[in-house]
């Protein structure tokens, strides 16, 4: 054994046919492609041909093959070494096969490393893909130009704009993966290795071809000149990347791969991942996939805490909150007891639980046999007493104070010692629930998002009195089961809701002023948002929480309900809605309804700008946001902009609030809080004393921590 860095050494194995070097990179976690890496990997095929060896393998220690680039060198933190294209050049030219030998995840960088050696081995369980969309990024060492060439250009288009990773049968049919090797586990490195290394000396022993892939045509002559396959392909994904650059980039530089010669299409990657590279984009990108992992560390929690070893979880309530928080449980293997108060209401809630497996199923999300598997992991009880043997119990019962705390004073009764019990309220104090219990140390917040099956966010709230054992565990629950989670504290609303309470009540004031509701939801949606308060309104439906027999007219929401508009369920809201598409419409007549309130409650109407509106709504958020990080109740500035990318539509290309206020200007942003605030007045115009003394010092919010 040789050591070429301090991450990558060379081994020998004897063939029949000679000897085949084995290079092998071990830099764990994940065998990122840090410039040590590279370094060895080019000094390693160098000496392989120098020795005369008869073939080559690239193999990988630890639970993964290269799983991509080393993020934390893009800013330029990288050492002098190779670079990438001198490695994969030497791959590609090597006078004896190279075989990639692949378990874990090929992803990025990893996977553009495989492409260019001549062959590629994996075991069962490994997955590949190019995800560098998902920074705002497209594949820069020969990816885009080189997976359509295997794989087609269909395929390319749908992984490189998605970054979804395809496993071993897909990779297979596809052309991807030449050998798959069967009846080895993942972990398993020396059966994959013996493989790998058996297979290089086949290909010696046979004669065949160094196939490089930049030489291949055959996949794309097909879309050559073919205008139609990437116009159709650009407005199927229209509206899940609207206003993202990379899903365009990536399309493009698959346009050059099909139209191009390979070295005229390196250049058009090339020059559009520099584009890409040094744009705000992938820098708010970028600094979105570092603010997630941030919002693991909690200050003053061990990471040897002990953790609840969650066995079976329980879930108070089958309604639409209860079923998918369930979800989220069976879908992560775990068993999990719901409770409602009658057999009706647990019958209908399981039956949603259903339909929406089975529309997953139907979709192609899941296996077919999932539906089962899944539904078999939930129990429906009517009796609190099934939560008995849960290790963490979850109540989504109606937003109600006095009901929560009945509750929580039956779940004390109830749940075994060490189980931790968690309320899933949006905006109510945790504190107070965990009063009623003889055990607060155990009680936290975990606000699920709605759909609590689908979205990402998950804001833990930490009680004054709750454990460090029950903070890990609740952020390591949040792991397992899917979700982003963020660790807060106690205030009304929270981080993301009490942000959200000061959006609307301007949002609700501009109103009254003079703008429409398609004026205020279309600007956010121009912003990136999927879309505004009063779309978001109609969605919800505008009665919940009303009553006819207590309305008085005394807001607009109620004047709406009192002239029997519902919002998207009966057609009529904010907007008028298509009884087929549910396409929104603006109504004159809620206008002039809005108009009439306002001036009849003495509120003179102007014309509002759009970029005055952009200002009223987000403006607010930011000084709230300082407000909240004064106090204690986030722990970093990143952390709240996790909980708006995840839980509230913030356009991650944007970074989140803090990140895009500090992109703005803090100085601006001061100078305008105080412009509204002397116009208008108002608790969340209240300037925030963080962000003057961090504007004043020339620092950011998004790095601000506590």
């Known amino acids: 054994m040789t050591q070429l860095s301090e991450t990558v050494r060379i081994d020998t194995e004897p063939t029949e046919v000679g000897d085949v070097a084995v290079i092998v990179v071990d830099n764990p976690p994940v065998n990122a492609l840090s410039s040590h890496v590279r370094q060895g990997l080019y000094d390693g095929l160098k000496k392989a041909a120098d020795d005369g060896v008869a073939g080559i393998v690239i193999i990988c220690e630890g639970r993964t093959f290269i799983a991509g680039a080393d993020i934390t060198e893009f800013g330029g933190g990288a050492q002098k070494a190779a670079g990438l294209n001198e490695v994969q050049a030497l791959m590609e030219a090597s006078p004896v096969p190279v075989v990639a030998a692949i378990h874990g995840t090929a992803l990025g960088g990893g996977l553009e490393v495989a492409l260019c050696a001549h062959y590629r081995v994996s075991v069962r369980g490994a997955k590949f893909g190019l995800p560098e969309v998902n920074l705002g990024l497209l594949p820069g060492a020969g990816g885009t130009q080189r997976l359509p060439r295997v794989v087609g250009v269909p395929k390319a288009l749908d992984m490189m704009t998605s970054g979804r990773h395809i496993g071993v049968d897909e990779a297979l049919e596809a052309g991807l993966v030449d050998q798959v090797v069967d009846n080895v586990v993942d972990g398993d490195l020396a059966a994959l ?13 046979e004669g065949r071809p160094l196939l490089k892939i930049s030489d291949r045509d055959d996949k794309i002559l097909a879309h050559r000149g073919d205008e139609k396959v990437f116009a159709d392909f650009r407005a199927s994904i229209a509206r899940k990347t609207r206003g993202f650059l990379a899903p365009e980039y990536n399309i493009r530089c698959i346009e050059a791969a099909a139209n191009l010669p390979f070295d005229e299409g390196m250049k058009v990657e090339g020059k559009l991942f520099l584009e890409l590279m040094t744009g705000p984009q992938s820098a708010a990108q970028r600094y979105a996939f570092f603010a997630e992992r941030a919002a693991n560390k909690i200050p003053g929690i061990d990471k040897d805490t002990p953790l609840i070893d969650v066995k079976r979880a329980g879930v108070l309530g089958a309604g639409t909150m209860g079923g998918g928080i369930a979800m989220n449980f069976a879908n992560a293997g775990i068993p999990v007891t719901i409770v409602d108060r009658d057999q009706p209401s647990l019958d209908r809630g399981l039956g949603v639980v259903r339909k929406n497996y089975e529309r997953s199923a139907a979709r192609g999300s899941i296996p077919a046999d999932a539906v089962e598997q899944r539904m078999a992991l939930i129990t429906g009880s009517t ?44 905006a109510l104090d945790v504190n107070e629930i965990a009063a009623v219990t003889s055990r607060p140390e155990s009680v936290i917040g975990m606000h699920f998002f709605s759909p609590a099956n689908v979205m990402k966010m998950l804001e833990n709230v930490r009680g004054d009195r709750s454990s460090d054992t029950v903070v890990a565990s609740t952020m390591a629950i949040g792991k397992k089961i899917g979700k982003v989670p963020v660790m807060v504290g106690v205030c009304r609303g929270f981080v993301g809701n009490r942000m959200l309470f000061a959006r609307g009540a301007e949002a609700d004031r501009m109103l009254l002023e003079g703008a429409t509701p398609a004026q205020i939801d279309t600007v956010l949606y121009d912003f990136g948002f999927p879309m505004g308060p009063y779309s978001m309104s109609d969605l919800a439906g505008l009665d919940i929480g009303w009553k006819a027999e207590t309305s008085t007219g005394s807001t607009i929401r109620e004047v709406l309900c009192e002239s029997g508009r519902r919002g998207q369920k009966n057609g009529r809201g904010y907007y008028t809605y298509d009884p087929e598409t549910r396409e929104a419409t603006p109504d004159p007549e809620v206008v002039e309804l809005i108009k009439q309130f306002a001036v009849g409650h003495g509120h003179e109407q102007r014309e509002i700008s759009d970029q005055e509106v952009l200002e009223r709504l987000l403006y607010p958020m930011i000084n709230e946001g300082a407000k909240i990080l004064d106090e204690k109740i986030a722990i970093r500035g990143s952390d709240v902009d996790v909980v708006w990318v995840h839980g509230y539509g913030w356009p991650v290309y944007r970074g989140g609030p803090m990140y895009w206020a500090d992109s703005v200007g803090l100085p601006e942003v001061v100078a305008k809080v105080r412009e509204y605030g002397e116009r208008l007045g108002g608790r969340h115009w209240e300037l925030s004393p963080l962000l003057e003394r961090v504007a004043s010092e020339g620092g950011a919010l998004h790095q601000y921590s506590n």
């Open 193 to 205: 290795r013996s493989a790998a290394v058996a297979f290089a000396a086949k290909v010696v022993e």
């Open 383 to 426: 009796d609190k007493a099934a939560f008995a043997d849960c290790d963490v119990v979850i109540e989504a019962v109606f937003e109600d104070m006095e009901l929560k705390k009945s509750v929580f004073r039956e779940l004390d009764e109830i749940c075994k010692p060490g189980a931790l019990l968690a309320t899933n309220t949006s």
